[in-house]
């Protein structure tokens, strides 16, 4: 007998947007590897077919989760940034409003690196690659604006800065991965970032 599965009528973008929300809930609960359309369908209570009317293959579907992603934290680190009282502090608000994202929305870190994905997938590796890249350039530029403004040292390399200060997120997302549960990542990016501050700050006259 064919399972009676309830439906919700959504037009074409909010049912996309909907497999796209609930393939980074299944991957945050069950990895990356793992999720198959099948089960998307039946966490949005559809059929399999239903997921494919909307996307031609699985890998359509994590490109549409990193657009996804992409979009969404543009929106969210610009906000922070537009906040910000002088670039350091724009640096500070961009940093929080990062982590912020992250703690809501777990699964991202796994996409991100995920090697199954990247391996197979030319497209999702050269966008999170531009996503990197555009972020770097975003936080390099805010720093060297904090130099202009004597915010921050003269002779601070702000490409080196930017990278450490991307590696400082992604290494509090694996501490907190590997540790689960055992320290908070808000908790430990609180104490973290203003380490990051006395190495980019002018030193005492």
Same mark, same amino acid.
């Given at each position: 007998?064919? *399972?009676?599965?309830?439906?919700?009528?959504?037009?074409?973008?909010?049912?996309?947007? %909907?497999?796209?929300?609930?393939?980074?809930?299944?991957?945050?609960?069950?990895? =990356?590897?793992? =999720?198959? &359309?099948?089960?998307?369908?039946?966490?949005?209570?559809? &059929?399999?077919?239903?997921? /494919?009317?909307?996307?031609?293959?699985?890998?359509?579907?994590?490109?549409?989760?990193?657009?996804?992603?992409?979009?969404?934290?543009? !929106?969210?680190?610009? @906000?922070?940034?537009?906040?910000?009282?002088?670039?350091?502090? !724009?640096?500070?608000?961009? /940093?929080?409003?990062?982590?912020? /994202?992250?703690?809501?929305?777990?699964?991202?870190?796994?996409?991100?690196?995920?090697?199954?994905?990247?391996?197979?997938?030319?497209?999702?590796?050269?966008?999170?690659? *531009?996503?990197?890249?555009?972020?770097?350039?975003?936080?390099?530029?805010?720093? %060297?604006?904090?130099?202009?403004?004597?915010?921050?040292?003269?002779?601070?390399?702000?490409?080196?800065?930017?990278?450490?200060?991307?590696?400082?997120?992604?290494?509090?997302?694996?501490?907190?991965?590997?540790?689960?549960?055992?320290?908070?990542?808000?908790? %430990?990016?609180?104490? &973290?970032?203003?380490?990051?501050?006395?190495? =980019? @700050?002018?030193?005492?006259?």
């Amino acid at each position: 007998m064919a *399972e009676n599965i309830p439906r919700r009528r959504l037009d074409a973008d909010a049912r996309r947007e %909907e497999i796209v929300r609930v393939t980074l809930d299944l991957a945050a609960k069950q990895g =990356v590897d793992d =999720v198959t &359309t099948q089960d998307m369908a039946r966490a949005m209570g559809v &059929t399999q077919g239903a997921v /494919f009317r909307h996307f031609p293959s699985k890998d359509a579907i994590w490109l549409a989760v990193m657009h996804w992603v992409r979009d969404r934290l543009t !929106a969210v680190l610009g @906000r922070a940034a537009e906040q910000g009282r002088d670039p350091i502090d !724009a640096l500070a608000r961009m /940093f929080t409003a990062h982590i912020d /994202f992250i703690a809501a929305h777990p699964a991202i870190p796994r996409v991100l690196t995920s090697d199954h994905l990247h391996t197979r997938s030319q497209p999702l590796r050269q966008l999170v690659t *531009e996503i990197m890249l555009s972020y770097e350039a975003r936080v390099a530029g805010l720093l %060297e604006a904090a130099k202009a403004g004597g915010l921050a040292r003269a002779d601070l390399d702000a490409h080196a800065a930017a990278t450490l200060y991307i590696g400082m997120i992604q290494g509090l997302v694996l501490q907190a991965s590997l540790l689960r549960g055992r320290r908070s990542l808000k908790a %430990e990016a609180a104490r &973290t970032f203003p380490v990051f501050l006395q190495a =980019v @700050r002018p030193s005492n006259p």
